[in-house]
């Protein structure tokens, strides 16, 4: 199994920035790609970013050139790097990992955390 920790959601004023975390730990080497998911009130969640193992990243379209996902691999950590934020970006954001298994992948899930944008 994969767990996983989210850290770094809060409050930030319109334009402003945020850096949200995910640290894996457990079955780390089975990991084949980390995302970042954001599910606002009322909406499906969706896919803010992802990353593979081997650096491929992934961005959804109303985040492009705003938001950088990285990794740190000796911290088994995932950032999400957020600029110039808007309102509709408030959601909670979710880490989501796929680890390989015999047959497939399987997914693990964070317990999210809350990001709003606001005046």
């Known amino acids: 199994q994969v767990q996983l920790v989210e850290s770094g959601g809060g409050l930030v004023q319109p334009g402003g920035s945020l850096r949200v975390s995910c640290a894996a730990s457990?079955?780390?080497?089975?990991?084949?790609?980390t995302g970042w998911y954001r599910q606002a009130p009322g909406k499906q969640r969706e896919l803010v970013a992802s990353i593979t193992t081997g650096g491929v990243t992934n961005y959804g379209d109303s985040v492009k050139g705003r938001f950088t996902i990285s990794r740190d691999n000796a911290k088994n950590t995932v950032y999400l790097q957020m600029n110039s934020l808007k309102p509709e970006d408030t959601a909670v954001y979710y880490c989501n990992v796929r680890a390989a298994v015999v047959g497939g992948t399987v997914a693990y899930w964070g317990q999210g955390t809350q990001v709003t944008v606001s005046s």
């Open positions: 457990g079955r780390i080497g089975s990991i084949v790609v």
